[in-house]
Nanobody
Framework: VQLQASGGGLVQPGGSLRLSCAAS????????MAWFRQAPGKQRELVAA???????KYADSVKGRVIISRDNAKNTMDLQIDGLKPEDTAVYYC?????????WGQGTLVTVSS
């Protein structure tokens, strides 16, 4: 199982980004997956999660601004973030719970600054 996160970058406040997590070794629609983030000096926190059945959960801090989705054809999990704020600056990690074991991607840095 491998996860490869991409799509981070520098964006101005109010802008948008689409993060993608490419999965190998399993099918993204078969297992629960999630996006976490870790800001400098802070603990890693859940941003959004999606179950194998398609149920979605969002952190209160991003609710209404993000959408978590999966692309079965590409075998990716994506995170669309709109209305970015400076407090969204963090390293974003994708994760998957595959056959009872947690797996993590390497992280992609999102910086929101003018």
């Amino acid at each position: 199982v491998q996860l490869q996160a991409s799509g981070g970058g520098l964006v101005q406040p109010g802008g948008s980004l689409r993060l993608s997590c490419a999965a190998s070794g399993f099918t993204v629609t078969s297992y629960a997956m999630a996006w976490f983030r870790q800001a400098p000096g802070k603990q890693r926190e859940l941003v959004a999660a999606i179950t194998s059945g398609g149920g979605r959960k969002y952190a209160d801090s991003v609710k209404g601004r993000v959408i978590i989705s999966r692309d079965n054809a590409k075998n990716t999990m994506d995170l669309q973030i709109d209305g970015l704020k400076p407090e969204d600056t963090a390293v974003y990690y994708c994760s998957a719970d595959v056959r009872g074991s947690p797996f993590w991607g390497q992280g992609t840095l999102v910086t929101v600054s003018s």
